[in-house]
Every structure is written in C-alpha cells, then in structure tokens.
C-alpha cells in the first residue's frame, strides 16, 4: 500500500517552523535542519565550517560541511513532526555542553565501556552457572534411571 501526498501536503510538511529554527539556534547556532525527501523525514546536521567544536559566524548553505545528529522520527521510524520532544532530545544528549573537553568525553565513553563488559562478564558467568546446574540435574536424572532399571542383557 502507498501514501499518495500532493505537491501543496508535501510543501507544508517539509517547511521548517520558524519558532523551530529559533529554538534550534539557541540550542546550538551551528544546527541546521532541512527536509530530506528521499527519506520523506527531517534531518538535523552540525555545521562543522569552522571545525569539529567551533561553529563559523556565517550564513548556513547546502555546501557548508556537516555531520549528521539526527534524523527525526518516531520509536518505530514513522516520520515525525518538529516539536518540543525533538528540541528537548537534543538538549538531553548534547555532549558538547554535558563534557568540559575531549578527554573528559573519551573517560566517559571507557567508563560506560567497563560498565558494560562488567555486565556482560557477570551475565555470561550467571549463565554458565545456570547450564551447570541444569546439566547436573538431567545427569542425576539419568543415574537415577539407570539405577531403576536393570539394563542387563538377557543370559
């Protein structure tokens, strides 16, 4: 099944709301958001003209170069309009404003990293015992068999 959106439908859905690009601004001045519609979603980049962490002092075009943030949609990649939860999901995970530097970002991110291995070693661990036990148990449930039942050969 298709969805067939008219050129006028498709012109209002894809116009970024000025009240948006105000609040993205505030947020971050080197954010910029457009309409992909190859996607048929809006997408959200960094402008990364005056490098990785500095945003240049200039008017955004589409040959400023970028990195992408976020592509807006829903927990099931429906598409989503621009509004509040997208504004407050960036300010949640902007890990420029939440790291003084790279380091302390680098530390952060072997922090969670230890984090997670400690977790799965004891996940694999915790499963290793439980396959242990369960295979103990359907071995003695084989012994007891076993001793039930003569398995001799007939003489």
């Known amino acids: 099944m298709s969805i067939i959106i008219s050129p006028a439908a498709l012109r209002e859905v894809s116009n970024v709301p000025d009240w948006f690009k105000r609040a993205l601004h ?13 996607r048929c979603r809006f997408i959200i980049d960094r402008c990364t003209a005056g490098g990785p ?4 002092n200039h ?5 400023c170069p970028r ?8 927990e099931g990649g429906e598409y989503m309009p621009l509004c509040e939860s997208v504004l407050d ?17 680098i530390t952060h991110l072997s922090n969670v990293g ?15 015992h439980h396959r242990t036990t369960d295979h103990r148990i359907q071995l003695n ?8 039942h003569d398995l001799k050969v007939n003489q």
């Open 26 to 38: 505030e947020i971050d001045p080197a954010l910029i958001v457009y309409w992909n519609p190859h």
């Open 53 to 56: 962490k500095r945003s240049a």
């Open 59 to 63: 008017e955004h075009t589409p040959e």
């Open 67 to 74: 990195t992408n943030v976020r592509i807006v949609q829903g």
């Open 89 to 105: 999901w960036l300010r949640a995970h902007d890990n420029w404003k939440q790291f003084a530097n790279e380091h302390d970002y």
């Open 114 to 128: 230890s984090a997670y291995d400690d977790k799965m070693r004891a996940d694999r661990r915790d499963n290793t």
């Open 141 to 148: 449930k084989m012994k007891l068999l076993l001793d039930r």
